[in-house]
């Protein structure tokens, strides 16, 4: 058998890159929408498809999403409590796919940071419209699977008879909502860094000047 763990050749992939695996979610959701992005054209230049085609494209976009949220609600706990803030519990944030759960700790964020979702090519005008569109998800594949499965572990369909989702007006949405999430991700981390940096200082400052 081929070996293909480990050996010096060209294609290989590293994991934990960095030691700090919960710091590489938003590598790993990058990695998804742009396979998806890369799926998505290609399907939108042939028509028709076959339909199991679509079904990798939906699931990789709606794990990216579910990859950028939980990288923010993560990330936010650190923000929140530098900012004096309530901060979200994290404890259980990989315990669950649903993505409702991480609306109310990604509202609270983007509130603090005067964040919205009326972004440039957004097809959402506030958070309320992402949120109906989260809801909208959660309602098809609230446990990542209705995309990977025909059927539930008690082998009932996971969806309805000839239930329709159109694959290119989906990426066109997510495709455009992944980038902003991204950004915003890397904006929390570098706003965590600032604000610690500062708070950091500012105790160096009362540290020396108590001494004097």
Same mark, same amino acid.
């Given at each position: 058998? *081929?070996?293909?763990?480990?050996?010096?050749?060209?294609?290989?992939?590293? +994991?934990?890159?960095?030691?700090?695996?919960?710091?590489?979610?938003?590598? !790993?959701?990058?990695?998804? *929408?742009? $396979?998806?992005?890369?799926?998505?054209?290609? !399907?939108?230049?042939?028509?028709?498809?076959?339909?199991?085609?679509? /079904?990798?494209?939906?699931?990789?976009?709606?794990?990216?999403?579910?990859?950028?949220?939980?990288?923010?609600?993560?990330?936010? $706990?650190?923000?929140?409590?530098?900012?004096?803030? %309530?901060? @979200?519990?994290? #404890?259980?944030?990989?315990?669950?796919?649903?993505?409702?759960?991480?609306?109310? @700790?990604? *509202?609270?964020?983007?509130?603090?940071?005067?964040?919205?979702?009326? +972004?440039?090519?957004?097809? !959402?005008?506030?958070?309320?419209?992402?949120?109906?569109?989260?809801?909208?998800?959660?309602?098809?594949?609230?446990?990542?699977?209705?995309?990977? /499965?025909?059927?539930?572990?008690?082998?009932? $369909?996971?969806?309805?008879?000839?239930?329709?989702?159109?694959?290119?007006? +989906?990426?066109?949405?997510?495709?455009?909502?992944?980038?902003?999430?991204?950004?915003?991700?890397?904006?929390?981390? %570098?706003?965590?860094? #600032?604000?610690?940096?500062?708070? /950091?200082?500012?105790?160096? /400052?009362?540290?020396?000047?108590?001494?004097?």
């Amino acid at each position: 058998m *081929r070996p293909f763990i480990n050996i010096p050749s060209p294609g290989n992939v590293v +994991f934990n890159f960095t030691g700090d695996p919960i710091g590489e979610l938003s590598a !790993f959701a990058l990695g998804y *929408r742009e $396979a998806a992005n890369r799926l998505a054209t290609e !399907f939108s230049q042939s028509d028709p498809r076959p339909d199991y085609e679509g /079904y990798p494209i939906l699931y990789l976009y709606r794990h990216s999403l579910e990859l950028y949220l939980k990288a923010i609600v993560y990330r936010s $706990a650190g923000l929140m409590g530098l900012m004096g803030k %309530e901060k @979200p519990d994290v #404890t259980k944030l990989f315990k669950s796919h649903k993505l409702r759960r991480l609306l109310a @700790p990604v *509202r609270a964020v983007f509130n603090a940071m005067q964040w919205n979702f009326d +972004f440039e090519d957004s097809e !959402f005008a506030s958070f309320d419209e992402f949120e109906q569109f989260i809801g909208t998800i959660d309602s098809i594949d609230a446990d990542s699977d209705g995309f990977r /499965y025909p059927m539930n572990r008690e082998g009932q $369909a996971n969806l309805p008879h000839h239930y329709v989702i159109n694959v290119i007006s +989906f990426a066109k949405i997510m495709s455009s909502l992944l980038s902003y999430l991204e950004g915003a991700a890397d904006l929390i981390k %570098e706003s965590w860094l #600032t604000v610690a940096e500062a708070s /950091y200082d500012l105790q160096q /400052y009362l540290a020396e000047d108590s001494e004097a």
